[in-house]
């Protein structure tokens, strides 16, 4: 069945080092891909998605490409902020499969000053 | 604004009580789902629904029921025979039903603690 897996944490970063986040999947379509963010105590927020292979999707300073041939969509950033410090979720979507979304078990991150 | 609404934000329950948790969407969307999320752990699906008056099971049904009567609104009954209901539940929806480039909504959540 469809699934993603992602890099586990803690990770813990100074301010302005270079972030990233592994993320991969397995999906019998062609899946939408997403990376969601959550701070604490609140709901998650889209980050920002790709739709087919080879898309690049941004925001903010976060990147991630979907790369069919390796089924990976790697989060990254070049320089973190101690704003950037909460938990990043990969996530898939494929229309063909009951219209779930499957989501990976989450990555913290934390940017020390 | 449009968006997803939880209420309440934070709610206690004693042993043994059923509970209810609201989410309501003035988004039009068609489908709404609701995850379960423990410290520290990924979401886990509780039921979801892709049309009104109609809803399926997720990965961890047990002890939960739904209604769906209303398109903007899908609320959750945490009931007794929910063993462990102490959890952070996040209410979510999606534009469309079973078509591709669709994406999740999610509201703020609701801090369920059973005393």
């Known amino acids: 069945g469809d699934s993603v897996t992602q890099m586990e944490g803690p990770v813990t970063l100074s301010e302005e080092a270079f972030l990233t986040i592994n993320c991969t999947y397995t999906?019998?379509?062609?899946?939408?891909l997403f990376w969601y963010v959550q701070y604490p105590g609140e709901g998650l927020q889209l980050l920002l998605k790709?739709?087919?292979?080879?898309d690049k999707g941004s925001n903010k300073g976060f990147e991630a490409t979907y790369r069919k041939e390796t089924t990976s969509f790697h989060l990254e950033k070049g320089s973190v902020q101690v704003s950037d410090s909460a938990v990043y979720f990969c996530?898939?979507?494929?229309?063909?499969?009951?219209?779930?979304?499957?989501f990976g078990t989450g990555t913290s991150l934390t940017v020390i000053p | 604004d449009g968006g997803i609404t939880q209420s309440p934000k934070y709610l206690f329950r004693k042993e043994g009580q059923n509970v209810t948790l609201s989410c309501e969407q003035n988004?039009?969307?068609?489908?709404m789902y609701w995850y379960r999320q423990d410290p520290g752990q990924g979401l886990r699906l509780i039921y979801y629904?892709?049309?009104?008056?109609?809803?399926q099971k997720g990965d961890i049904a047990e002890g939960y029921s739904v209604s769906r009567e209303k398109k903007e609104s899908f609320p959750l009954t945490v009931t007794s025979a929910q063993k462990n209901p102490t959890a952070f539940y996040l209410c979510?929806?999606?534009?469309?039903?079973?078509?591709?480039?669709?994406?999740?909504?999610f509201g703020p959540g609701t801090r369920l603690t059973v005393l």
């Open positions: 999906a019998t379509g062609y899946p939408s």
């Open positions: 996530a898939l979507h494929a229309g063909d499969t009951g219209n779930q979304f499957y």
């Open positions: 979510a929806s999606s534009p469309h039903s079973g078509r591709m480039n669709n994406e999740q909504f």
């Open positions: 790709a739709t087919k292979a080879d």
């Open positions: 988004l039009n969307h068609d489908a």
């Open positions: 629904s892709q049309i009104v008056n109609d809803f």
